[in-house]
Antibody
Framework: EVQLVESGGGLVQPGGSLRLSCAVS????????MSWVRQAPGKGPEWVAH????????YYVDSAKGRFTISRDNAKNSLYLQVDNLRAEDSAVYYC???????WGQGTLVTVSS | DVVMTQSPLSLPVTLGQPASISCRSS???????????LSWFQQRPGQSPRRLIY???NRDSGVPDRFSGSGSGTDFTLKISRVEAEDVGVYYC?????????FGPGTKVDIK
């Protein structure tokens, strides 16, 4: 059974940082591109970042460039998103997704507020 | 960025009746590799999005065959042949041909 389990969300002040994690099982993690997608309350999903199987290519939505860093550890079957200099508009549920968005985790909530 | 639009944004349906959602992109979604990376997702209340259709018309495993996708270029459609109560939710189209990947605004399907 495919499982993606996000963690690391929480309440953070503007300008703060978090490291989101996604633990994966049930498929060959090292063989697939992986993504982070976020969804603000009451809004539609927004793709945030994408990373190649070996981590050699990374792509970001413009609003994340310079502040977010996607990475992966294939030995640990884990995906990460380092989010820095957080803004109120970054408040959302952050999901990891695999293989052209076939499978999604349950999400981790990030709230940016003073 | 590629802008995805959907219509209608709200779709009240009668159980057992068909439903159709349109998705249009601001530019062609045909990738240089020849594929068209247009997917449809269902999001039930309180749940994560679930992919139903990929590359325009390919149904994911476990997705009922009452769901079908069609279209080409910039114009795409998701059809539900006979709506069931479990189909209530928001449906999104998404393109993964051009960076950044973009989603449509969503169509909320509920029962009349």
């Amino acid at each position: 059974e495919v499982q993606l389990v996000e963690s690391g969300g929480g309440l953070v002040q503007p300008g703060g940082s978090l490291r989101l994690s996604c633990a994966v099982s049930g498929f060959t993690f090292s063989s697939y591109w992986m993504s982070w997608v976020r969804q603000a309350p009451g809004k539609g999903p927004e793709w945030v970042a994408h990373i190649k199987e070996d981590g050699s290519e990374k792509y970001y939505v413009d609003s994340a460039k310079g502040r977010f860093t996607i990475s992966r550890d294939n030995a640990k079957n884990s995906l990460y998103l380092q989010v820095d200099n957080l803004r109120a508009e970054d408040s959302a549920v952050y999901y990891c997704a695999n293989n052209a968005f076939k499978d999604w985790g349950q999400g981790t909530l990030v709230t940016v507020s003073s | 960025d590629v802008v995805m639009t959907q219509s209608p944004l709200s779709l009240p349906v009668t159980l057992g009746q068909p439903a159709s959602i349109s998705c249009r992109s601001s530019q062609s979604l045909v990738h240089p590799d020849g594929s068209t990376y247009l997917s449809w997702f269902q999001q039930r209340p309180g749940q994560s999005p679930r992919r139903l259709i990929y590359k325009v018309s390919n149904r994911d495993s476990g997705v009922p065959d009452r769901f079908s996708g069609s279209g080409s270029g910039t114009d795409f459609t998701l059809k539900i042949s006979r709506v069931e109560a479990e189909d209530v939710g928001v449906y999104y189209c998404m393109q993964a041909t051009h960076w950044p990947f973009t989603f449509g605004p969503g169509t909320k399907v509920d029962i009349k």
